[in-house]
């Protein structure tokens, strides 16, 4: 009524803007998190909100379904993938593509070629569900850019997934299961 | 004699509002006839956005078409898995694990907390507000979002509800989390409203702007929000009491003055009978399982379901034709908003060009459902 | 701190006696007056963009967030990757559009607001040219702003650019007129319309004491005066995309940038002069005190536009004419009265019979207010 429910509302906003300089005060003096480790705001916690990208990143939940890797098998080292081909049935826009190589290796299929394309993928991740070795899970990895896509920068092939696969699961389990 | 014309005459003009507007919520086109200021005709024009939602869904299996059902809705996507998957449950006669019913429920309360404050950011932006209360409103969803993202892997698409249950168990220490989360709800939704409720301008600019009469909102079929803030009982989860609703106790508020003030109340409200509705699943949720075993292949056998849950924007409904197949033979989606738009003529005729956004921010509209 | 205090007079005392050393005295005073005018414009630009950088910053605050903090040292280069961006931006023409209004409205709206920092006193003795009349000036200069921007509307051939320099037209003439009473109520004080006579008559004690209604009904029709939150109807970007300047790109785009962010630094700054004492202020040198005042007031401007939404046309519209005016005409009057009654009485008897008089117009507000309220409700209950 006459102006007071406004003063109420610029309470509201003046609390948030002291807020930040508290927030920025227990920071002080680092500007940003320390090793560039955001971390994410307790729900009681108020002040700045934001993470400042580039110098501060968050880090991924162990589930986060990034970019795809193929897993290796630390005992026999070769790929888990058998290369039979149901992640790509299972894919609902058909961005994998799986060929299954005529000889064994080892007592086991492996895939001839394989390839993942980026560029349309969901991220859904039902072709990690729906694989039956265990062979393919998400990295942590979201900054997947290029500068084009003319030279193929975003169809990954077995190589570069299995890489993934060393970096991030070097044991042959995904994050998600070692943590649980 | 002549009669001499004394009053001034004057033309209407057409303006298009959109597809390119800062306020229509995405791709949406409004042919507006002004006469002044003042609406004489407005004409939606939908379509878009139109990326042949259900035609793929035929192309899909049944598994497949649940990433799709998370990018209708892109705000609520755990409430379009919940529907999706429910008729397909119904439809093959699924039972569901008691936990993942609790889990489900808490995910879609939680989607409807995201969802209200979004729309009421989304409306205030649209009432000239500098994305302040917006901007509010996004850090209490990022909040929520992270709680979908520690337990399905995403923010958005989420693709976490499974036939028969969900994707994954809740990870460790996602409980103390949501608790901590649900537990500073209200207060986040106090200072939302000392933010907004009484502010004058606020109430000016909303009380007795897009009044729609229960008569109105009924024959055109409208659902959700919209619907009970023209003071119609109507809310699915108590008059289907679908899932397991039916062991909460929470209200339905219901509107007096039918306008774009009393939707933005009723949003608020239902928020907080969401975290009532989230306090008691976290008490009451047992432990189990989270899903049944289904064959790698599904196929429903033949028949035809319609399923439909009340999601945060109004009636969501999928219908499912099986002809017994891995793929749904037609598959078809009662979207709420697209419902719920077409009486946006009704509302804005006689009002001022700021009321249009007003209006159309208070029916809370997300083209990618409206257009499919 | 005699010497900091004058700093700039002497400066400029100096220099005018170093040129009059070799030049003759006619010359010496043209330099001066160059300078001083390249002075001001040097002025105006880097306000606007301290203004523009200082905007974002404090409105990031409002929302839980830095605002620009890229681009140097807190991101107070930003504006220089700003006009990077707007300099190098395609310069558009729509086909339809009237060109000569399309192109001379961005020029004539930047004039005005130059021209008024010509009156407005920085400090003691730092006014470019104390007119008799200032005042008058300020108004009057300032509602050649409507024009520009009406013409701005027409030109584009823009339906919202249309309805946004239509907007424009309705509320900056309404908004004068609130705005004028109420400044009246100053000059009534001083007896002048000279800015620097009004600061000097501030000396024992600012005017917002005498007149805290005034300062309100002045400072809310002078938001709107210069379109900014919650009055920023012509260019409301949820409604009609950008109001007068969405055809406009580029340099000419940010001449109307330059003359909002500027006009909205003036209007601080003559809210500060009449309202506030202008430079006057204890130990700190004079100028630093008028920009104090001018910030502190702008910081009240930025802290509306980051929690209100904005009025409709009509209710923009019926506030003016219904209240502001009618509350102005009423301030005038009692102000006038008490003024007249205690003459020649002291300070004290003044302020106390000033601030008696406007509780009683604020209690007088209220009670009628109550009432059409009670009148509304029975209306409705009985509807
Ligand atoms: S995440 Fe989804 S879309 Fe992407 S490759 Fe796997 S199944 Fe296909
Ligand atoms: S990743 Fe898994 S599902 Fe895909 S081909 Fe290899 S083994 Fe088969």
Redesign the interface.
């Known amino acids: 009524m006459l102006g007071l429910g406004i003063l109420k509302g610029l309470s509201v906003t003046l609390r948030h803007f002291v807020e930040t300089y508290v927030s920025d005060l227990k920071r002080f003096p680092h500007r940003y998190a320390p090793q560039g480790r955001a971390r994410r705001l307790r729900p009681t916690e108020r002040g700045i909100f934001t993470v400042q990208y580039p110098e501060e990143r968050l880090e991924m939940f162990p589930r986060f379904r990034g970019a795809l890797m193929q897993l290796t098998n630390p005992e026999t080292d070769i790929p888990k993938c058998t290369g039979c081909g149901i992640c790509a049935r299972f894919c609902p826009v058909g961005v994998i593509e799986v060929v299954r190589a005529e000889e064994k290796r080892d007592g086991q299929y492996v895939p001839q070629s394989y390839s993942w394309d980026l560029s349309a993928c969901l991220f859904c991740g039902l072709c990690v569900e729906s694989c039956p070795f265990g062979a393919l899970y998400h990295t942590p990895e979201y900054e997947l850019s290029t500068y084009g896509r003319q030279k193929g920068e975003l169809i990954y092939d077995l190589d570069r997934l299995l890489a993934w696969g060393q970096k991030y699961a070097p044991l042959g389990t995904p994050p998600v299961e070692q943590e649980e | 004699m002549q009669t001499v014309e004394t009053r001034l005459r004057t033309e209407t003009i057409t303006l298009n509002m959109g597809p390119q507007h800062p306020s229509t919520h995405g791709v949406f086109r409004m042919i507006i006839t002004l006469d002044g200021e003042t609406i004489v005709d407005l004409e939606p024009v939908m379509g878009y956005l139109h990326r042949c939602q259900e035609k793929i869904g035929e192309r899909n299996t049944y598994l497949q078409n649940i990433p799709y059902t998370d990018r209708l809705d892109y705000i609520c996507s755990m409430s379009n898995n919940l529907a999706y998957v429910m008729a397909v449950e119904k439809l093959a006669q699924i039972e569901v694990p008691e936990r993942a019913e609790y889990i489900r429920i808490i995910m879609v309360e939680l989607t409807r907390i995201v969802n209200h404050a979004v729309a009421i950011g989304a409306l205030l932006n649209d009432l000239g507000c500098f994305f302040t209360p917006m901007l509010y409103a996004l850090e209490e969803r990022e909040r929520i979002l992270d709680l979908f993202e520690m337990a399905s892997g995403s923010r958005m698409m989420c693709n976490y509800m499974r036939f028969g249950g969900v994707r994954y168990d809740l990870p460790p220490g996602f409980m103390p989390e949501l608790k901590s989360v649900v537990a500073a709800l209200p207060a986040f939704i106090d200072e939302f409203e000392r933010l907004l409720t009484d502010n004058e301008i606020m109430r000016i600019r909303c009380q007795g702007v897009g009044i729609l009469p229960p008569d109105v909102a009924v024959g055109y079929s409208c659902t959700g929000p919209l619907l009970r803030a023209s003071g119609v009982d109507y809310d699915i989860r108590k008059v289907d009491s679908y899932s397991i609703y039916d062991r909460f106790d929470f209200d339905v508020p219901l509107g007096t003055n039918y306008d774009v003030y009393d939707r933005y109340l009723v949003r608020i409200e239902e928020m907080r009978q969401s975290v009532r509705i989230l306090e008691q699943a976290i008490e009451q949720i047992p432990e189990g399982e989270v899903s049944v075993k289904l064959p790698r292949v599904f196929k429903p056998p033949e028949g035809d379901v319609y399923h439909r849950i009340e999601s945060p924007k109004g009636e969501l409904g999928f219908y499912l034709v099986s002809d017994g197949s891995t793929n749904p033979y037609r598959y078809k989606i009662r979207s709420p908003t697209f419902i719920n738009l077409t009486v946006l003529p009704e509302l804005c005729k006689g009002h001022k060009v700021a009321d249009v956004v007003a209006i159309l921010g208070s029916i809370d509209i997300v083209l990618g459902e409206v257009d499919r | 701190m005699p010497f900091l205090n004058d700093l700039f007079v002497n400066l400029s005392y100096w220099i005018h006696g170093f040129l009059a050393r070799f030049l003759p005295l006619w010359a010496a005073d043209l330099i001066m007056m160059l300078l001083t005018i390249a002075c001001l414009i040097v002025f105006a630009l880097i306000t606007i963009m301290f203004i523009n950088w200082l905007e974002r910053k ?2 990031g ?6 605002g620009p ?1 890229r681009v140097g040292p807190l991101g107070i280069l930003q504006f220089v990757a700003d006009a990077i961006k707007m300099f190098t931006k395609e310069d558009i023409t729509p086909a339809n559009a009237d060109r000569v209004i399309f192109n001379l409205a961005p020029v004539m709206v930047v004039v005005p607001t130059f021209l008024i920092l010509a009156v407005l006193p920085f400090g003691r003795g730092m006014v470019a040219a104390d007119l008799n009349i200032g005042f008058l000036y300020i108004v009057a200069i300032s509602s050649l702003t409507t024009i520009a921007i009406l013409l701005a509307g027409w030109g584009s051939r823009n ?2 650019s249309l ?1 946004g320099g239509m907007r424009v037209v309705a509320q900056m003439i309404s908004y004068e007129v609130p705005m004028v009473l109420s400044a009246l109520g100053v000059i009534m004080l001083t007896g002048s319309l000279s800015l620097v006579s009004i600061v000097e008559g501030q000396s024992r004690v600012p005017f917002i004491l005498l007149q805290p209604l005034g300062f309100l009904i002045y400072f809310i029709s002078a938001i709107a005066e210069v379109n900014r ?2 009055f ?2 012509p260019e ?6 950008a109001g007068y300047h969405t055809e406009y790109s580029g340099m000419k785009y940010a001449m109307f940038l330059l003359a909002e962010y500027i006009n909205a630094f003036i209007v601080a700054a003559i809210a500060a002069t009449l309202f506030l004492g202008g430079w006057q202020g204890p130990s700190l040198p004079p100028y630093v005190w008028f920009f104090l005042k001018a910030y502190a007031i702008y910081f009240v401007l930025m ?13 923009l519209m019926g506030l003016a004419w219904k209240f502001l005016v009618p509350l102005a005409l009423v301030n005038l009057l009692v102000m006038g009265l008490v003024a007249t009654l205690t003459q020649g009485k002291g300070l004290f008897p003044l302020v106390l019979a000033s601030l008696v008089a406007n509780g009683l117009i604020v209690a007088a ?2 009670i009628i ?1 109550a009432f059409a309220m009670r009148r509304r409700r029975q209306v409705e209950v009985a509807a």
């Open positions: 404090v409105i605050r409002f929302q839980d967030r830095y903090n339906k919202y309805l939150a919650p920023d109807l409301a970007e949820s409604e009609i995309i802290w509306l536009r980051g929690t209100l939404p904005r009025l409709r046309i009509d209710q507000v209220v207010y």
